[in-house]
């Protein structure tokens, strides 16, 4: 199993906002330094806590400060761009991270932020698809490109001068163009099927009950049969919310309180969900009442914290339910004590994934 990254990411309100980019940046400088094989980072137009509003910007002042971690996008809320700006945006990250960069896209499930674009009442998943189809046909096309759709028509036809490359649009340094990855968020999820028979991998999220993840790697393996590819789990990458520290202690009051970072984050997540009446993937049980929904479960059900024996011993169990995956991507939370996230990240990679790959090898 290899070790990845993922934050949105979700900080307090009231926390200064250019210190929250220096730690997130921090956090993917020493992803790279200790060894994580790759790391996302979400994107957010409206939230003053879930704060990154371009992925790609984030990711570009990264791209000569790391060495060996692939960075993605976590994802691009495609309903909200112009697939023309995407296509353009994404192959100058490809360019500078040569070919260290992982393509994640998305619906984008802000409604704030579907608000302020101007799509809410739309059919956002045929923009969606319309969207990413007509970024593939870009980079697979040529000048003056001739892609019509019902939200966007793409050309440069009536000001294309080819001799000196007025009209003509970027390539991707990968090619035919990056791995594309989709997050799954959902109970058995209807969209899985559909992205594995076009060949894209899925990212199974962290507020997701186990039992629900669970669910996930049939139904990509299924569309992938239907599309004749080969499925093999280590193309799943499943989130999970850890922290590890040197004393159970400590990992109990920083990551298993409601009023600590991790606290916030599903605190964050809960209200958005209960407000727009989708709070059910937080449920083991899709009959249990949003009542019976609080915080302090969501950290009991969702968090795995201790320290680093306990930590292997609860991934371990938490892999039996979900059944094996390839990449498991350690989700990042607010820095509440700057000393201690660093530390979970340095355990989780020096200690805890040795034992867990240990386990795994002597068939546990």
Same mark, same amino acid.
């Given at each position: 199993m290899k070790l990845g990254f993922f934050t949105m990411p979700i900080h307090p309100a009231g926390r200064n906002y250019t210190q929250t980019l220096k730690e997130d940046r921090e956090a993917f400088l020493l992803a790279d330094r200790l060894g994580y094989c790759e790391g996302f980072i979400g994107e957010h137009t409206t939230d003053i806590c879930e704060n990154i509003p371009s992925c790609l910007a984030f990711i570009a002042s990264l791209a000569h400060e790391t060495k060996q971690i692939k960075l993605g996008s976590g994802t691009v809320n495609l309903p909200n761009s112009h697939p023309a700006a995407v296509a353009a945006n994404v192959a100058m990250i490809d360019h500078m991270?040569?070919?260290?960069? &992982?393509?994640? &896209?998305?619906?984008?499930?802000?409604?704030?932020?579907?608000?302020?674009?101007?799509?809410?009442?739309?059919?956002?998943?045929?923009?969606?698809? *319309?969207? /990413?189809?007509?970024?593939?046909?870009? #980079?697979?096309?040529?000048? =003056?490109?001739? /892609?019509?759709? *019902?939200?966007?028509?793409?050309?440069?036809?009536?000001?294309?001068?080819?001799?000196?490359?007025?009209?003509?649009?970027?390539?991707?340094?990968?090619? =035919?163009?990056?791995? &594309?990855?989709?997050?799954?968020?959902? =109970?058995?999820?209807?969209? %899985?099927? =559909?992205?594995?028979?076009?060949? #894209?991998?899925?990212?199974?999220?962290?507020?997701?009950?186990?039992? #629900?993840?669970?669910?996930?790697?049939?139904?990509?393996?299924?569309?992938? *049969?239907?599309?004749? &590819?080969?499925?093999?789990?280590?193309? #799943?990458?499943?989130?999970?919310? %850890?922290?590890?520290a040197d004393d159970d202690a400590t990992a109990k009051r920083y990551a298993k309180s409601s009023d600590g970072p991790y606290g916030l984050y599903y605190w964050n997540l809960l209200t958005k969900r209960l407000a727009r009446g989708g709070a059910h993937i937080y449920k083991p049980d899709l009959s249990m009442p949003d009542s019976a929904l609080s915080v302090d479960f969501l950290l009991d059900t969702l968090v795995l914290a201790g320290s680093v024996n306990s930590v292997v011993d609860q991934l371990l169990r938490f892999r039996e339910v979900t059944g094996d995956f390839g990449t498991l991507l350690y989700v990042g939370h607010d820095w509440a004590d700057i000393p201690l996230a660093r530390r979970s990240m340095e355990l989780m990679a020096e200690k805890v994934m040795p034992a867990v790959n240990a386990a795994i090898a002597g068939g546990k």
């Amino acid at each position: 199993m290899k070790l990845g990254f993922f934050t949105m990411p979700i900080h307090p309100a009231g926390r200064n906002y250019t210190q929250t980019l220096k730690e997130d940046r921090e956090a993917f400088l020493l992803a790279d330094r200790l060894g994580y094989c790759e790391g996302f980072i979400g994107e957010h137009t409206t939230d003053i806590c879930e704060n990154i509003p371009s992925c790609l910007a984030f990711i570009a002042s990264l791209a000569h400060e790391t060495k060996q971690i692939k960075l993605g996008s976590g994802t691009v809320n495609l309903p909200n761009s112009h697939p023309a700006a995407v296509a353009a945006n994404v192959a100058m990250i490809d360019h500078m991270l040569e070919g260290r960069f &992982i393509f994640g &896209i998305g619906p984008g499930g802000l409604r704030s932020d579907q608000e302020v674009f101007g799509n809410i009442k739309n059919d956002r998943t045929k923009m969606f698809v *319309e969207c /990413i189809d007509q970024i593939l046909a870009i #980079w697979a096309g040529r000048e =003056p490109y001739d /892609i019509k759709g *019902e939200f966007w028509n793409i050309s440069t036809s009536e000001t294309m001068i080819p001799e000196v490359g007025q009209g003509v649009m970027l390539k991707p340094y990968q090619q =035919p163009y990056p791995p &594309i990855v989709v997050t799954v968020v959902e =109970p058995n999820s209807k969209g %899985i099927g =559909p992205a594995a028979q076009r060949g #894209w991998k899925p990212i199974s999220a962290n507020f997701l009950q186990p039992n #629900w993840v669970a669910t996930h790697y049939p139904g990509y393996e299924k569309g992938c *049969e239907q599309a004749g &590819i080969k499925a093999s789990r280590q193309d #799943w990458r499943v989130c999970k919310s %850890i922290f590890v520290a040197d004393d159970d202690a400590t990992a109990k009051r920083y990551a298993k309180s409601s009023d600590g970072p991790y606290g916030l984050y599903y605190w964050n997540l809960l209200t958005k969900r209960l407000a727009r009446g989708g709070a059910h993937i937080y449920k083991p049980d899709l009959s249990m009442p949003d009542s019976a929904l609080s915080v302090d479960f969501l950290l009991d059900t969702l968090v795995l914290a201790g320290s680093v024996n306990s930590v292997v011993d609860q991934l371990l169990r938490f892999r039996e339910v979900t059944g094996d995956f390839g990449t498991l991507l350690y989700v990042g939370h607010d820095w509440a004590d700057i000393p201690l996230a660093r530390r979970s990240m340095e355990l989780m990679a020096e200690k805890v994934m040795p034992a867990v790959n240990a386990a795994i090898a002597g068939g546990k």
